[in-house]
């Protein structure tokens, strides 16, 4: 029963936290004011909490649902850090071709890595609030049902905690995102006149954006039979691969509500130009900190 208290307050917590800084944001600075379309977004946060709510429901004997006094220290440093580097990547400079505002997030392998290490509330925290206050720093608009997705990201790279044997799981989440990954590319390369409006005069999704998760399913498996000795290494990897898949997959559908966008054009145009370079980061900087944070405890004998 406690440890329900505590899962609710901290969705209770992100939901104040989206709340908060839209509130707040608008009368700083008008760009951060939610459309007619506020309503419908936080419609999907609300389906975006369900979910976790749901899943930990189902899963909730388990110990890594444990919410304490060292998790919420960990969500506050993993959110704060995710904020900083999502404001620092998150500009005109690293814009990736799409139909929308999506830029090059390196920053992504932070929620992988909070999630993965410290469990899927504090990654869910860390992704949610985190990317919330870097759009929130960047000025450009807040999107909370995206913000919501980077939290879905973390929740999932925690996952791994369920398994006593975590290398039993990780043949089948390839499979799932190999599977994914061959849908979203075979629908770009049929069609390939989607529009990709950040760039004057109006081109469309670029080859690279196009086969970029492709790319990134190949280095996640190159990671996970390279390091299969490591098995932090590759399950935080391969988790983290299939927490991007479904968190930007859901933020992406949203917006065939939210912005009136063709399933096509959601898929095509924002899913898989935000998913590829996510994917790729992840891939290459999550084991970083994995080894980083391994010597860290090594050092420190925890």
Do not use: H
């Not at 814009?95 to 869910?124: E, H, K, N």
């Amino acid at each position: 029963m406690k440890r329900t208290l505590f899962v609710i307050l901290a969705l209770l917590a992100v939901l104040a936290f989206f709340f908060g800084i839209w509130l707040i944001g608008r009368l700083i600075n008008p760009s951060l004011n939610l459309d007619q379309t506020a309503l419908l977004r936080f419609v999907f946060v609300g389906i975006g909490l369900l979910i976790v709510f749901v899943v930990y429901l189902l899963t909730r004997q388990n110990p890594m649902w444990e919410v304490g006094t060292r998790q919420v220290v960990y969500m506050a440093i993993g959110a704060a850090l995710y904020a900083i580097f999502s404001y620092l990547f998150n500009g005109t400079v690293f814009v990736v071709p799409s139909v929308s505002q999506v830029a090059l997030r390196p920053a992504i392998c932070i929620p992988m890595f909070f999630g993965y290490v410290f469990g899927p509330v504090v990654g869910f925290f860390t992704g949610a609030v985190g990317n919330m206050v870097g759009d929130a720093l960047t000025g450009f608009g807040l999107y909370p049902q995206w913000s919501l997705g980077n939290g879905l990201i973390g929740l999932i790279a925690g996952i791994p905690m369920l398994f006593a044997d975590k290398k039993k799981s990780l043949d089948t989440v390839l499979i799932i995102g190999a599977v994914l990954a061959a849908i979203v590319t075979a629908l770009f390369a049929a069609n390939r006149t989607v529009e990709n409006q950040m760039v004057y005069p109006t081109a469309t999704i670029t080859g690279l954006a196009g086969w970029s998760l492709v790319i990134g399913f190949v280095l996640v498996l190159i990671v996970r039979f390279a390091f299969g000795k490591d098995i932090d290494v590759a399950t935080a990897v391969t988790w983290g691969m299939l927490g991007i898949i479904i968190g930007l997959g859901f933020a992406a559908l949203s917006d065939i509500w939210i912005n009136g966008y063709p399933p096509l054009v959601a898929i095509v145009g924002e899913f898989l130009p935000a998913a590829g370079p996510d994917l790729i980061f992840g891939a290459i900087l999550v084991p970083i900190l994995i080894f980083a944070y391994k010597a860290l405890q090594r050092q420190t004998g925890r």
